[in-house]
């Protein structure tokens, strides 16, 4: 079975090898087989630059480069990159190594062993975590996370997460659906998951802060998480 992680990028020059190595690494030690998408929105430090160089170390069988001419948002990545992608199973994460990837195998393994469509992954069951971050974006985080389980009931701990391992038949079929941008789209690829009828399984991870590089995270993101949260509500 092949497993493709797709990377959004937006100025990930420093973050980007790093986050390969982990990644090239936490594959070889499970024993399975993948490959990465770079979806970089135009970055202007050169990312896309770094990911040429790492496609000629490792080759196009493990790197695929799609390169796109602004930043024209979260979810249009995804769909890019899921074009491009070979793989049975889909994995999401963030470029900017907030994610480690030493808790894919654990997510494969649930799969695995629960038949279920979906694994997120959690900061907030046992287990899990955040550091590196101050008390305003952990009131920010859990309080959009308390909000969304109000209104909606998702059946799920931590709604924003953005770590996710996917089959490959529902991702095709959620994300096509998802209008929401920014945080929200998170939200909502589990909102109408739930409602297609995907089950979904959680792993508590540890949530590191950006060590590179500017947060995207910003008061326009906040407000479309919550224009997306009522959207929600009231149409689902």
Known sequence: MLYTVILPTYNERENLPIIFYLIEKTFQEAKLEYEVVIVDDASPDKTAEV??????????K??????????????????????EAKGDRIILMDADLSHHPKFIPEMVELMNELNTQIVTGTRYRKGGGVAGWDLKRKVTSKGANFLAAFLLNPGVSDLTGSFRLYERSALEEILPKVKSTGYAFQMEIVVLAKKAGFT????????????????????????LYLQGLVHLFLTT
């Open 51 to 60: 990911a040429k160089t790492l496609q000629k170390s490792y080759g196009k």
């Open 200 to 223: 979904i399984a959680e792993v508590p991870i540890t949530f590191v802060d950006r060590l590179y590089g500017e947060s995207k995270l910003g008061p326009k993101e906040i407000v």
């Open 62 to 83: 493990h790197i695929t480069i799609v390169s796109r001419k602004g930043k024209l948002g979260l979810g249009s990545a995804y769909i890019a990159g899921l074009k």
